[in-house]
Each structure stands twice: as C-alpha cells, then as structure tokens.
C-alpha cells in the first residue's frame, strides 16, 4: 500500500506541476495553445529527469526512469485534463508570442 500511495503521489504532484507550468509559459495571455502545453509538459518531464538522476547521489536513494515516466504521464494527464477548462476560458485578448 505505502508504495501505490508513492506512486500515485507521483502522478500527482507532477499533474499539479504541469499545471502550474503551463500558467507560468502562458504568461498574461488567456485561453489556450499546443506550444504552451507541450513546453509545459517538457519542461516538466526534464525537472522529473533531473530529480531522478540528483537522486543517485542521495545517501539511501535512487533514480528511477519509471519515475521519470510515472512523473511525465502525471504532466501529460494534467495537460490532457486541463485542455477543455482552457479552452473554456480562451475568450479576451490573446497575443501569438
């Protein structure tokens, strides 16, 4: 049970992370676009990457690439969840930069 709890923390945390992410490339322009969603998504799967290789320097800990992967599907779900909410919300004045 403790290890699904971990791995569904996981999935979590890196859903919420995406999300984040995405706010922070869009900036001050509204609604919704691929690049601002597959950037927040790269960004997120390289951090996941880069936790996970610190991780083997840790006294008692280790990198895993199915972290990486859990990690990056947690980002590619939040994404996918949060599509039709953006899009929603895409009304007002957006800037194509």
Wanted: cysteine-free; glycine content about 10%.
């Amino acid at each position: 049970m403790h290890l699904f709890i971990r791995k569904v923390a996981h999935v979590f945390v890196y859903f919420v992370f995406s999300i984040l992410i995405f706010r922070g490339v869009r900036g001050a322009n509204r609604g919704w676009k691929w690049k601002w969603a597959l950037a927040a998504l790269l960004i997120a799967a390289a951090y996941s990457a880069t936790d996970e290789y610190h991780q083997l320097f840790v006294p008692g800990r280790g990198g895993s690439p199915k972290d990486v992967l859990l990690d990056s599907s947690g980002a590619l779900l939040g994404q996918i969840l949060a599509w039709p909410f953006w899009r929603r919300r895409g009304s007002g004045p957006q800037t194509d930069s």
